[in-house]
């Protein structure tokens, strides 16, 4: 695969300029705070749109009241007085955005090319000053740039700020108990609004713009939308209320095994043997993913049916596999299929096949690769003698998506 392959990937993803919230004020999509100041769905998803317009401004001096504490734009200066934030969003993903396979690409494109950059960043880092950080310690390299004075860094990925500060003023959520707050706060107090209860807070980088790039008339991210169309949109349940619990910042996802099998209902039925042949149904239902499982068309779910000898081996010969998945070519121009189970569909799958002579059981397993995508594209890319900056971090990268997959059910039932 060429260089050109690695920025088609790259090339797609531009074309994504400022994915804003998709205007609707038709869906009011969480409970209503009543000490809001947005309350309005309509005022609402302006407010988002103009909240998440990229590229986000700078965000300026900060105001001279302002400790050196809370002048700090760093997670770590949040985290000193929102300990039980700093701590889940340590270990969430949203913090390790800048990710090694997405920083060797940004190193391939170069320290010059910052509105490629912002193609990516907007997601991943979406602060300006992690852009100006970005671009200063690429053209550095291989020396390191001074820490900024503002605390901030690209390597942060995305912060609390990123979320939560714009123009140095700090906006969130009304206080969970509905009252007001004290008067004198640090940093100046912050803006109330529910938007952050609102589905469309998430939607700025979890959904692409209608007239983004798709597959097979599917918008290639479409995690809104197919909330959106689902029951649990209806019943109000938004991505907050799934992946921010309490409003824990932990944002679980696929690649975490209990809050996959949180969402699904997996039942199998034990083997029957009848003239020769066994026979079995495994049926897997989407019960509380609030989208299609899997919603992305990076990761990929195996499932495997097959008879195992004695000593525990499949019997190669006797194995069933189904995949689930929205299944891409590497260079997003193609959709080989689409498997995924949509919110409350159940699948089945029936096996039914000759019982081979040393068969002593039948298993059952389903295997989760979040990264699969990804690990294909690094290989690929790799393979590539033209890549060179970005070599070591693809490489990291490659290894870290090669560990990732694990199974979230195994059966195993004696054949009679
Ligand atoms: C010196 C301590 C301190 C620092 C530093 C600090 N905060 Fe706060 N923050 C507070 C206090 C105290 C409150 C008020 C909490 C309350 O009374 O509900 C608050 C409130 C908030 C709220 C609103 C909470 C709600 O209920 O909606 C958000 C959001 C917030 N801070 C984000 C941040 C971010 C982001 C940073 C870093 C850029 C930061 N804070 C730095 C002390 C601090
Ligand atoms: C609209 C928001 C958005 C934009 C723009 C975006 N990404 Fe992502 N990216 C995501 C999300 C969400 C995920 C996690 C889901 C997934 O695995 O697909 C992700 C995952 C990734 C991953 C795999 C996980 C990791 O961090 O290693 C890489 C690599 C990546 N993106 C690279 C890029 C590059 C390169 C660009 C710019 C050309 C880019 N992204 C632009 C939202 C975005
Ligand atoms: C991806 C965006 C995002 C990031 C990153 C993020 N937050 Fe939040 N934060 C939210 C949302 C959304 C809510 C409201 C959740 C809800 O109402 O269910 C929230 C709520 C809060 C609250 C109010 C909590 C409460 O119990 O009332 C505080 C304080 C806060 N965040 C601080 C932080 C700090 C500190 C960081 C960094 C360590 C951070 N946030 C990172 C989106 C974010
Ligand atoms: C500024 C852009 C941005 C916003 C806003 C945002 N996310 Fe993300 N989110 C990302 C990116 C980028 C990733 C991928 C991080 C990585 O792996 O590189 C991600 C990853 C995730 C994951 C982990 C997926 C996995 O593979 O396990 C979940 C879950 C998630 N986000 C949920 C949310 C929810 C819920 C909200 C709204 C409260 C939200 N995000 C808001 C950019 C964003
Ligand atoms: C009813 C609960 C529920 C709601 C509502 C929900 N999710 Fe999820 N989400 C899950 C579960 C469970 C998973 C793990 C299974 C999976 O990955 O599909 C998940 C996975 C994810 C992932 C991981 C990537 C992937 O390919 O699956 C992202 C990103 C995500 N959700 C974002 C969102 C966003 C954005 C919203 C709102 C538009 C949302 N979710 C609404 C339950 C929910």
Redesign the pocket.
């Known amino acids: 695969m060429g260089m050109r392959s690695l920025f088609g990937v790259a090339a797609l993803l531009l074309v994504l300029t400022g994915c804003n919230p998709s205007p609707d004020p038709g869906s009011a999509s969480s409970p209503q705070s009543p000490s809001s100041s947005a309350s309005l769905p309509g005022a609402r998803s302006a407010f988002l749109e103009k909240y998440w317009r990229r590229p986000l401004a700078p965000q300026g001096a900060a105001p001279e009241n302002f400790s050196a504490l809370e002048a700090s734009l760093a997670p770590s200066a949040c985290g000193t007085c929102h300990p039980r934030q700093f701590e889940d969003w340590k270990s969430a993903l949203h913090s390790r955005a800048m990710s090694p396979g997405l920083f060797g690409q940004l190193q391939e494109m170069g320290a010059a090319a910052g509105d490629d950059h912002q193609a990516c960043l907007q997601c991943h880092a979406p602060l300006a000053e992690q852009g100006e950080h970005l671009r200063q310690t690429l053209a550095n390299a291989p020396h390191s740039v001074p820490p900024r004075p503002d605390g901030v860094s690209h390597a942060h990925g995305l912060t609390c700020a990123g979320c939560h500060v714009r123009n140095r003023q700090v906006f969130g959520p009304p206080r969970k108990d509905g009252s007001a707050p004290p008067r004198q706060l640090p940093h100046d107090g912050w803006q109330a609004t529910d938007a952050f209860e609102d589905?469309r807070f998430?939607?700025a980088c979890?959904?692409f713009e209608a007239d983004g790039p798709t597959l097979n008339g599917k918008l290639l991210e479409n995690?809104?939308e197919?909330?959106?169309a689902?029951r649990?949109?209806r019943e109000n349940?938004?991505?907050q209320?799934?992946?921010m619990p309490d409003r824990r910042h932990l944002?679980?996802?696929?690649?975490?095994p209990e809050?996959?099998k949180?969402?699904?209902g997996i039942e199998s039925s034990p083997p029957i043997i009848s003239k020769g042949q066994v026979s079995a149904q495994l049926q897997i239902t989407n019960r509380?993913?609030?989208?299609?499982?899997?919603?992305?068309v990076?990761?990929r779910v195996w499932v495997e049916i097959g008879q195992e000898s004695a000593g525990g081996k499949m019997i190669a010969s006797t194995i069933e596999r189904h995949l689930i998945a929205r299944d891409v070519s590497l260079d997003l121009t193609m959709e080989k299929s689409d498997t995924r189970i949509m919110p409350d569909e159940t699948r089945r799958y029936v096996y039914r096949r000759n019982l081979h002579p040393r068969a002593i059981a039948l298993t059952t397993r389903i295997v989760v690769e979040?990264d699969a995508f990804y690990a294909d594209f690094y290989r690929a890319t790799l393979k590539d003698q033209d890549v060179r900056i970005g070599r070591k971090a693809i490489d990291r990268a490659l290894q870290h998506a090669e560990q990732t997959p694990y199974a979230i059910y195994l059966s195993r039932q004696k054949v009679p």
């Open positions: 589905s998430c939607a979890h959904q995690t809104y197919e909330w959106r689902s649990h949109a349940r938004s991505c209320s799934c992946h944002w679980r996802g696929i690649h975490d809050m996959v949180s969402g699904l509380a993913v609030g989208h299609a499982f899997p919603t992305y990076t990761p979040p």
